[in-house]
């Protein structure tokens, strides 16, 4: 019976415009399985799926190699096609109130129809001041993942951004620190993304600059690059002390190595805080398990995406789904998870189900005893 008392045991994949990535962790956050396949050009565009059917032939050859063959599957979405935004909401509210506060602040300034929007929120309360972080995705969006996986044999049960996926791996440690604000800086090849997290670890916003090009090599960078990519950040450590009056204290810079060597290079000459290279936590081990291309830290995303269903990492998720009902239910617009909220996962009751289970078996096992041993022996 001890698999009532794990985690759940989900691959994760991420897809990007130069590769799809999956990985399995075990109980024990062991890699059991982690690659990275190069995908033709022109498969992954402007962030999106531009044709499901090649990825879904190349994720069914992935899963082959994993045994037993999952049934299930966490996809990882680009933080460039989520809407973010922070709205003020009252004290006091109950979840049906807090929802109803978000909608109609977010029908005002959100370029699409709230129906065609899957979206959760992170609630942040400090004092009698209390913001609420929403996230979005279209639903379209979601179904082309929905649509891939299920190609690939495969049952698609949660949506994770890659924000939230990086900062289960970066922002876990194995000692203990002092708490920072800290922006996870992540530097791509031609997109770069800056998400910042508080001292509590809660997502709270994110940045995106994309299409940043100049002429570069494979040796060096170039310097309209780094110079755009510094003054982002600049720009939004500025912005989060305005906007949530917390100063980023820590930056941890994960992408492109050569990118991220000549960022963090001037950074370090350049802004007074905490300045270092993303690595894996110690708690992942086996990295001997990972094929394919890429140093180990660039599998960070989709190792966070195996995390999203670990129990310890509850108050780092978002979820967009809800169990399908019927074909044409898909999912429900509006699932809180705060950081503060009970969290909606069955394994509690699983744990009582089987205390349940233990307490009734010890009581037949006592009665069997007594009628078949015990009481003939008093009878004699």
């Given at each position: ?309 670990n129990e310890a990492n509850n108050n780092k998720r978002l979820e967009f789904l809800q169990e399908e009902k019927g074909k044409k239910e898909t999912q429900n617009n509006i699932i809180q998870v705060p950081h503060t909220a009970e969290i909606k996962d069955n394994s509690k009751i699983k744990k009582i189900i089987a205390y349940i289970f233990i307490v009734l078996t010890f009581i037949i096992l006592g009665f069997v005893v007594y009628m078949y041993v015990i009481n003939p022996l008093l009878l004699n």
């Amino acid at each position: 019976m001890s698999f009532l008392f794990h985690k759940k045991l989900v691959p994760a994949i991420n897809i990007s415009s130069k590769n799809i990535r999956i990985a399995l962790l075990s109980n024990k956050n062991e890699i059991q399985y982690a690659v990275s396949v190069q995908l033709p050009e022109g498969v992954f565009k402007n962030s999106r799926i531009n044709n499901p059917a090649i990825i879904s032939e190349t994720l069914t050859q992935l899963i082959k190699n994993i045994i037993p063959k999952p049934k299930e599957v966490v996809c990882i979405i680009p933080d460039s096609q989520c809407f973010t935004y922070v709205f003020k909401v009252p004290l006091g509210l109950n979840e049906e109130e807090t929802r109803s506060s978000i909608l109609t602040q977010s029908k005002k300034i959100i370029p699409a129809n709230q129906d065609d929007i899957c979206w959760d929120y992170i609630d942040l309360v400090e004092g009698d001041s209390r913001k609420c972080v929403y996230v979005g995705v279209l639903r379209e969006i979601i179904e082309v993942y929905r649509s891939v996986t299920k190609q690939s044999g495969l049952t698609l049960i949660g949506v994770d951004i890659e924000a939230l996926a990086l900062g289960r791996i970066f922002l876990s440690t194995d000692k203990n620190e002092t708490p920072h604000n800290t922006m996870i800086a992540h530097i791509g090849k031609n997109m770069i993304t800056l998400d910042v997290f508080d001292s509590e670890k809660r997502f709270i916003y994110s940045d995106i600059i994309p299409e940043v090009s100049s002429q570069e090599t494979d040796t060096t960078i170039g310097s309209v690059v780094t110079n755009v990519i510094i003054t982002e950040i600049k720009n939004t450590i500025e912005y989060t002390k305005k906007t949530f009056d917390k100063e980023v204290t820590s930056i941890i810079l994960t992408g492109e190595p050569i990118r991220v060597s000549r960022v963090e290079e001037i950074l370090r000459g350049d802004i007074g805080i905490s300045i270092q290279q993303g690595s894996l936590p110690n708690f992942i081990s086996q990295l001997n398990m990972i094929t394919g291309e890429g140093v180990p830290v660039m599998y960070a995303s989709v190792l966070g995406g195996a995390l999203y269903f670990n129990e310890a990492n509850n108050n780092k998720r978002l979820e967009f789904l809800q169990e399908e009902k019927g074909k044409k239910e898909t999912q429900n617009n509006i699932i809180q998870v705060p950081h503060t909220a009970e969290i909606k996962d069955n394994s509690k009751i699983k744990k009582i189900i089987a205390y349940i289970f233990i307490v009734l078996t010890f009581i037949i096992l006592g009665f069997v005893v007594y009628m078949y041993v015990i009481n003939p022996l008093l009878l004699n």
